[in-house]
């Protein structure tokens, strides 16, 4: 099982939208921080059964997430 990074962006409406660096494409749009993680989630599982179904592989994790604290 593979772990991919999931980018969570919230918009000046309130709404969210997330989006997987690793597969392109991959996104969804929630009204809350919680609709959009459920959707990502069915997104991806999209995603890779199209994959499978054209004999592809998931392609490999290459983003990782960190934090940087800064003096304000």
């Known amino acids: ?7 969570y962006e919230q918009a000046e409406d309130g709404g969210w ?4 660096p690793d597969l392109p494409g991959v996104v969804a749009l929630g009204a809350t921080r ?6 990502i989630a069915e997104a991806i599982a999209a995603y ?5 179904e054209r004999g592809q592989a998931m ?3 290459h983003h990782a ?3 940087v604290a800064v003096a304000a």
């Open 59 to 61: 392609p490999a994790p």
């Open 48 to 52: 890779a059964r199209d994959r499978r």
């Open 34 to 39: 919680a609709e959009a993680s459920e959707l």
């Open 17 to 20: 939208g997330a989006y997987i």
């Open 1 to 7: 099982m593979s772990e991919y990074v999931v980018i």
């Open 65 to 67: 997430v960190g934090v």
